[in-house]
């Protein structure tokens, strides 16, 4: 008896850690983070969050800019606003995008294509996600800029007048679009992948039961099991989401890597984590370390960015279930 409560012990201290493992993990990435990211913020204030010049200064004199008690090298600024906008519009176009074509590749597949071809089709969906970020770089480059610059950017040109932010002019192909298209093609394989997972949970006895009351296809995915997935979908547009924000060598290949304000669709940009896959080795090189701070605060704010969207993503899901409920006892 006492070997057994011993061990019922060890087992609800060992859950207990486990559980709570993640959160910890968390807390202590936010907790060095933010200690390492304070000089930053003394030294640039609000200004580090809306600001639109990114300068490491002059890491070669010795002359230093001092601000809020902190020393940068000469003419060093750190503005993350051109940062912050690439890094949410790249990801929106990315999910406009995507999120139409995984849905529709997650029906076909639960309910056209025949069960021996589906277990071909849904093991290779899943393998694009196992492609290497810089091949996805490579194939941007030599295939997707130069669609959008010769192809698509003009086709898009004539919808300008309707749309400013797709009126010209079109530059190099390296740009906001290019990246959306890429990130874009980079999360297809994991909303599918979510999405054909919760389809495949839909009863199929209120399927059936639709089609006995004479409702097509259509009608019963779009009555029953779009309505049955609802809440798990969100969840599974959030997870693509969340790759899109993060993702940084195939963003930095294709982006045009442009500190600067996108002025339309097909402007250079640059994303926070490419910024800081671009930008950590010049960092090292600052004596002053400022530059290391300024890529640590950027750190801070995507890592800040992802944690919001997850949690207000949940906010939804949350509401949707309570209103589900509602609907189901009234």
Avoid: C
């Amino acid at each position: 008896m006492k070997s057994s409560s011993g061990f019922s012990k060890f087992f609800k201290v060992a859950t207990g850690i486990a559980a709570g493992g993640p959160i910890l993990i968390v807390l202590a990435i936010i907790i060095a983070l933010l200690i390492d990211s304070i000089p930053v913020f003394r030294f640039q204030g609000f200004s580090f969050f809306t600001g639109m010049s990114w300068d490491m200064g002059n890491s070669y004199s010795t002359a230093l800019t001092i601000h809020g008690g902190e020393k940068a090298a000469f003419g060093a600024s750190f503005g993350i606003l051109p940062f912050i906008l690439g890094t949410l519009l790249s990801s929106l176009i990315a999910i406009v995008i995507a999120v139409p074509v995984a849905l529709m590749t997650a029906l076909i597949l639960v309910y056209k294509v025949p069960a021996p071809l589906q277990r071909i089709l849904s093991p290779a969906i899943e393998l694009l996600a196992g492609i290497p970020s810089v091949v996805y770089g490579i194939w941007g480059i030599l295939v997707v800029a130069p669609f959008v610059q010769y192809n698509l950017a003009p086709v898009l040109l004539h919808l300008g007048t309707i749309i400013p932010f797709l009126g010209g002019p079109i530059q190099t192909g390296f740009g906001l679009l290019t990246a959306g298209l890429v990130l874009a093609v980079m999360i297809i394989p994991i909303v599918t992948a979510t999405t054909r997972d919760l389809l495949a949970q839909v009863p199929k006895l209120p399927m059936e039961g639709a089609y006995a009351l004479g409702l097509t296809s259509l009608e019963g995915i779009r009555f029953i099991a779009l309505p049955w997935i609802r809440r798990g979908l969100l969840g599974a547009v959030v997870l693509g989401w969340g790759r899109a924000l993060g993702e940084t060598m195939a963003v930095l290949m294709v982006s045009g890597g442009a500190a600067n304000m996108p002025t339309n669709i097909y402007s250079a940009v640059t994303t926070m984590a490419s910024a800081i896959a671009a930008d950590l080795d010049s960092a090292m090189n600052d004596y002053t370390n400022m530059s290391v701070h300024a890529i640590t605060g950027l750190a801070l704010t995507l890592l800040v960015i992802t944690l919001v969207t997850n949690m207000v993503a949940r906010l939804l899901v949350r509401i949707g279930r309570k209103s589900s409920d509602m609907e189901v006892q009234a």
